[in-house]
């Protein structure tokens, strides 16, 4: 029988370790991904400890993932710790520089720790990227973040930037509720924040500034029966009790 050459079966050997190593990544990134959809929907369903064991053994598998950077900022959001979360935010962002629904994530911790300055200029820079497909969300985050700042006027402009992209945005509208609360334009408040409870009748928080808009406009009856609805939708929420206090205040001074 005829022997092949020692070279030649050197060289099969080292094709065949290539071979192997070059397919080793691939095998591995579809574990990762397998692992990461998995640990997202454990996420959603609430069961944190199994996520958590997903994203890791993920990560172990394929850390310059972004996607999973990104879901590992949002489990540590989840879980208050907002430092950790930056730095998964951050990192997704530095393994794929046009994430944008990761840079937005990222301002919104900023917005969490009250750092409103550092989440501006998040913001400000999503909000000029022109592919991004939901602009109206770092809009609304700038119109909060100068909320929160006092600056009402720029809030305002932010706000309504939002909301000329798309009108029925509800956290837009309940910003710019709040805002003309803060500079004291009641009919303004009144007709954003009314356009707000009809899209979410349930939520107490719109109840409650909707009841404070009427009392600026000093349309007392309506801002009790406001308060009484927020309430009702959500009897144990803290803006329930702060609807009740409020109730209290409007009866003494001017009756039921």
Not at 18 to 31: E, F, I, L, M, Y
Not at 137 to 162: I, R, S
């Amino acid at each position: 029988m005829r022997k092949i050459p020692y070279f030649v079966t050197i060289g099969l050997v080292v094709a065949c370790i290539a071979a192997c190593a070059s397919q080793q990544p691939v095998s591995d990134k579809k574990k990762a991904e397998a692992s990461r959809n998995l640990g997202e929907a454990l996420m959603q369903q609430g069961d944190y400890p199994a996520a958590l064991k997903e994203f890791l053994a993920a990560e172990e598998l394929n850390p310059r993932d972004p996607i999973l950077q990104n879901d590992l900022g949002l489990f540590y959001r989840i879980k208050d710790r907002l430092d950790l979360a930056i730095h998964h935010f951050k990192l997704a962002i530095e393994l794929k520089p046009d994430y944008a629904v990761a840079k937005n994530n990222l301002g919104e911790v900023y917005l969490q720790k009250k750092e409103w300055d550092t989440a501006i200029a998040v913001f400000k820079e999503l909000s000029e990227n022109l592919l991004y497909a939901t602009p109206h969300y770092p809009l609304n985050n700038l119109g909060f973040a100068y909320y929160n700042k006092g600056d009402f006027t720029t809030a305002e402009t932010y706000y309504l930037k939002a909301l000329k992209i798309r009108s029925d945005f509800l956290p837009s509208l309940l910003g710019l509720g709040k805002t003309y609360i803060a500079i004291g334009n009641g009919p303004e408040a009144v007709a954003k924040l009314e356009k707000a409870v009809g899209m979410a009748p349930q939520a107490a928080e719109i109840h409650f500034f909707l009841g404070q808009a009427y009392q600026l406009n000093q349309e007392y009856s309506k801002a009790l029966s406001a308060y009484e609805q927020a309430a009702a939708v959500e009897p144990d929420s803290v803006f329930a009790a702060k609807a009740r206090q409020e109730a209290d205040i409007l009866r003494q001074h001017y009756g039921s």
